[in-house]
């Protein structure tokens, strides 16, 4: 037996599935309060499965279940699944809910700590804008916000220089050449417009 069930009482999209169990209105109410509070720790959920299933069946007194919780987030999902081989509490779907979103939130808070040790690093990393350019794209120059010229070659520009153009905004690494700053692990942040108020500065 299968049932799904889309629940209207939360504000993200909700889908409830039963697999191999009759659907049970108090079940269904633990999950949407679990589904509640994980919002609330995670607010940029944009939708949220649960399906609860009984994969091994011995007798009517011995079921183990298991829930599988997929959250939508923005870029990637995170995906938990409550084993019932980690012990015989998971004969209660209850246990086995708690113990699925209790895995879902870890794994949502991990999510979390990389992407702000990324964007940590991104906002450490040095940036500036693309300058200059030459025609046989051997190199260029960069200008950085407090108006310095860095110097780079194509090698040392990360998927290639023919990706740049003037005014694009990039993270680099600055080492000293031999004529002065030059920079390496250039790597394209985006292009914002930047390089009008730099050719307004240079003008």
């Not at 994980?38 to 944009?46: F, K, W, Y």
């Not at 794994?107 to 350019?133: D, F, M, T």
């Amino acid at each position: 037996m299968s049932q799904t069930k889309e629940s209207p009482s939360v504000q993200r999209p909700l889908q409830i599935a039963f697999h191999g169990v009759p659907h049970s209105a108090a079940v269904e109410s633990s999950i949407r309060e679990h589904t509640d509070k994980l919002e609330a720790h995670h607010p940029r959920m944009t939708s949220c499965r649960v399906v609860v299933e009984a994969p091994h069946r011995h007798h009517k007194r011995n079921r183990s279940y298991c829930v599988r919780v997929d959250v939508a987030m923005p870029g990637k999902d995170a995906i938990a699944r409550s084993d019932p081989a980690q012990g015989p509490e998971h004969d209660d779907v209850y246990v086995a809910i708690r113990d699925a979103f209790e895995a879902t939130d870890r794994a949502l808070k991990e999510r979390a700590r990389r992407r702000h040790h990324y964007l940590g690093n991104q906002r450490r990393q040095p940036h500036a804008w693309v300058v200059h350019l030459e025609p046989d794209l051997e190199f260029g120059r960069l200008e950085t916000p407090d108006g310095r010229e860095v110097y780079f070659h194509r090698n040392s520009v990360i998927g290639g220089i023919d990706h740049l153009t003037t005014g694009d905004e990039v993270g680099f690494s600055e080492t000293q050449g031999r004529e002065g700053p030059q920079a390496s692990a250039v790597a394209l942040i985006g292009a914002n417009g930047h390089h009008q108020d730099v050719q307004a500065r240079r003008s």
